[in-house]
């Protein structure tokens, strides 16, 4: 469904050459909710804004349905873009039109005749579960709700593909949870590919099918939401994922032990008393559990610990990271520097 080959987007500032996205490859599927994350500045929004060439590439090819777009002008864009909606980080509403009407700016704006109007606004209302707001203006709207209409407007038109620009990053916990299960209703009775960036891993464990991540302009790795979660690659990924232990860990345990590693059990090793039973193995190793949880991205358990080694005797803890290894993906943990492999 969606193709950048080689895509590159380059800006010119004071005379000098800023790469924002650099030689980027990547395929999503038809149907498919695709994920793409990192950090502030790393290339999301600009690259995903050259699906509907709201910025186009420098150099390379975006492929939409098989066909090249990246050359396509006046009406050929135009019908490209009705195919296509987007909803933003800040919603975008007109303040003085009422709900209804914000949704029915869309379908005025494709010339969609007067009489399928209103019914198309209120089956999609239905879908966002806002029916009883058609009426309110969007200041009586919490942060989530207003999103919600933005997904609605963003849907008028029944796009093939929903871009998703940083859409849950201006609410607050429980409008980002009203959100998501929005966005999952939509992925579960409409066949529409979905893309959608952002920083926030939670969002990415909901949501997403499968993700990409970049860095500095760069897709530095690509797969199942699941396993890149699991068994990230990429220094950028394993950053990303492994901050929420920072959030979690006060700086100055982090600091205190110097063994730290983050375990990661997939799958069926998730319940498994492995902790306990190396516990019992290796006596002249000091095994501490500073934090850990089991969660569930794509309906499959994930569990995560972060633990500190200590003894005297070199070759046991070579053995217990070893025992780890067999059931756990290992990384060596350090607060500056994040994870690294062992």
């Given at each position: 469904?969606i193709e950048?080959?080689?895509?590159?987007?380059?800006?010119?500032?004071?005379?000098?050459?800023?790469?924002?996205?650099?030689?980027?490859?990547?395929?999503?599927?038809?149907?498919?909710?695709?994920?793409?994350?990192?950090?502030?500045?790393?290339?999301?929004?600009?690259?995903?804004?050259?699906?509907?060439?709201?910025?186009?590439?420098?150099?390379?090819?975006?492929?939409?349905?098989?066909?090249?777009?990246t050359k396509?002008?006046?009406?050929?864009?135009?019908?490209?873009?009705?195919?296509?909606?987007?909803?933003?980080?800040?919603?975008?509403?007109?303040?003085?039109?009422?709900?209804?009407?914000?949704?029915?700016?869309?379908?005025?704006?494709?010339?969609?005749?007067?009489?399928?109007?209103?019914?198309?606004?209120?089956?999609?209302?239905?879908?966002?579960?806002?029916?009883?707001?058609?009426?309110?203006?969007?200041?009586?709207?919490?942060?989530?709700?207003?999103?919600?209409?933005?997904?609605?407007?963003?849907?008028?038109?029944?796009?093939?593909?929903?871009?998703?620009?940083?859409?849950?990053?201006?609410?607050?916990?429980?409008?980002?949870?009203?959100?998501?299960?929005?966005?999952?209703?939509?992925?579960?009775?409409?066949?529409?590919?979905v893309l959608?960036?952002?920083?926030?891993?939670?969002?990415?464990?909901?949501?997403?099918?499968?993700?990409?991540?970049?860095?500095?302009?760069?897709?530095?790795?690509?797969?199942?939401?699941?396993?890149?979660?699991?068994?990230?690659?990429?220094?950028?990924?394993?950053?990303?994922?492994?901050?929420?232990?920072?959030?979690?860990?006060?700086?100055?345990?982090?600091?205190?032990?110097?063994?730290?590693?983050?375990?990661?059990?997939?799958?069926?090793?998730?319940?498994?008393?492995?902790?306990?039973?190396?516990?019992?193995?290796?006596?002249?190793?000091?095994?501490?559990?500073?934090?850990?949880?089991?969660?569930?991205?794509?309906?499959?358990?994930?569990?995560?610990?972060?633990?500190?080694?200590?003894?005297?005797?070199?070759?046991?803890?070579?053995?217990?990271?070893?025992?780890?290894?067999?059931?756990?993906?290992?990384?060596?943990?350090?607060?500056?520097?994040?994870?690294?492999?062992?």
């Open positions: 469904m950048f080959k080689n895509v590159t987007v380059q800006f010119t500032r004071e005379d000098k050459i800023f790469t924002a996205v650099d030689a980027a490859n990547l395929e999503i599927k038809k149907g498919e909710f695709f994920g793409i994350v990192g950090s502030s500045g790393a290339g999301k929004s600009t690259l995903v804004r050259t699906v509907n060439l709201l910025q186009r590439p420098t150099s390379g090819s975006v492929i939409v349905d098989g066909k090249d777009i396509l002008e006046g009406a050929e864009l135009c019908a490209l873009r009705l195919k296509i909606g987007m909803i933003f980080q800040h919603f975008n509403l007109v303040k003085n039109a009422s709900v209804f009407d914000n949704v029915a700016f869309a379908l005025k704006a494709s010339n969609t005749q007067k009489s399928e109007i209103a019914p198309r606004v209120d089956k999609l209302l239905e879908l966002v579960g806002l029916s009883d707001k058609a009426k309110l203006y969007p200041n009586s709207l919490s942060g989530g709700q207003k999103q919600r209409v933005a997904i609605a407007r963003a849907l008028a038109n029944n796009p093939e593909i929903l871009l998703c620009d940083e859409a849950t990053s201006a609410l607050d916990p429980d409008n980002t949870k009203e959100v998501i299960q929005t966005l999952k209703n939509i992925k579960q009775k409409y066949p529409i590919t959608f960036i952002t920083h926030q891993m939670e969002v990415a464990k909901s949501l997403f099918d499968r993700v990409a991540v970049m860095s500095n302009g760069k897709v530095v790795e690509v797969g199942s939401s699941y396993d890149v979660f699991a068994h990230p690659q990429s220094d950028a990924a394993k950053n990303l994922i492994n901050k929420s232990f920072e959030g979690v860990v006060p700086p100055e345990v982090l600091d205190h032990e110097k063994n730290l590693y983050l375990i990661t059990f997939k799958e069926e090793n998730a319940y498994e008393p492995v902790i306990s039973d190396i516990s019992r193995r290796f006596t002249n190793t000091d095994l501490s559990i500073i934090a850990g949880n089991i969660e569930y991205i794509q309906k499959k358990p994930l569990g995560r610990l972060l633990i500190s080694l200590r003894g005297n005797d070199a070759n046991e803890i070579d053995s217990v990271l070893s025992v780890l290894k067999e059931k756990a993906y290992v990384h060596k943990y350090t607060f500056a520097k994040g994870v690294e492999n062992v």
